[in-house]
Structures are given as structure tokens and as C-alpha cells.
């Protein structure tokens, strides 16, 4: 059983930054791609970034692309997104989730993709 646990989140102005960290407790962290989705309110759950297991591939939303970007370190199980220039229409619940496989596809971005989730974790942009 895979837990994970997101952290980083608060109240930043509009062009700030956030970095934001998933830590896994399952020793098998490493060989599983990760992504991070976001949940604004009234709104449904969205794709934001994702990492194959060796962080060689990565993918993103085209509403973060060259804004946020996901890394990885196996070393300490955490997945992390950093997120610049930040706007407020990136306030949201920010969730990290793992896949069952390692690679990354073109469903990535489809939240039945993803078998565990964590708590998430809330930003907020203020303008």
C-alpha cells in the first residue's frame, strides 16, 4: 500500500513561486511514474505534470507548460513540482498521484490512470 503525502502549499502573490513535494512511503517509489493534478472549486479534477520513473520523460499541461516543471528523486521517494510565475487562476488543491507503470503514455493525463493519491495540498494565488 502506497501512501503519499503532498507539502509546500500557502498563499502566494501573482508571480511568485511554490515548490511543492510528494513524499511516498512504499519502497517501490522508484520504479513508478508520478504525476500532479490540481481541483479548483465547482471544477473538475485537472492534469497538471507528469514524470516516468527515471524522470528521463516528463509531461505537461499546456496551461503550465514553461511555467511549472516536475522532477524527481528516487534517492528520497519524493516527486516534486516547481511552480513559477504563478497566476490566480492556478489556485487549487494540488494533488500528486502514482501510476502503476513506469513509463508514461497518452493517457497520462486522465485521473483513472493514477491507482494512488495523496491528500493534496492547497495553493493559493493571490492577484
Known amino acids: 500500500q502506497e501512501q503519499l503525502a503532498e507539502s509546500g502549499g500557502g498563499l502566494v502573490q501573482a508571480g511568485g513561486s511554490l515548490r511543492l513535494s510528494c513524499a511516498a512511503s512504499g519502497r517501490s517509489f522508484s520504479v513508478y511514474a508520478m504525476g500532479w493534478f490540481r481541483q479548483a472549486p465547482g471544477k473538475e479534477r485537472e492534469f497538471v505534470a507528469a514524470?516516468?520513473?527515471?524522470?528521463?520523460?516528463?509531461y505537461y499541461a499546456d496551461s503550465v507548460k514553461g511555467r511549472f516543471t516536475i522532477s524527481r528523486d528516487n534517492a528520497r521517494s519524493t516527486v516534486y513540482l516547481q511552480m513559477n510565475s504563478l497566476k490566480p487562476e492556478d489556485t487549487a488543491v494540488y494533488y500528486c498521484?502514482?501510476?502503476?507503470?513506469?513509463?508514461?503514455?497518452?493517457?497520462?493525463?486522465?485521473?483513472?490512470?493514477?491507482?494512488?493519491w495523496g491528500q493534496g495540498t492547497q495553493v493559493t494565488v493571490s492577484s
Open positions: 514524470i516516468s520513473w527515471s524522470g528521463g520523460s516528463t
Open positions: 498521484a502514482r501510476q502503476p507503470r513506469g513509463y508514461i503514455n497518452n493517457q497520462v493525463h486522465l485521473p483513472g490512470q493514477y491507482t494512488y
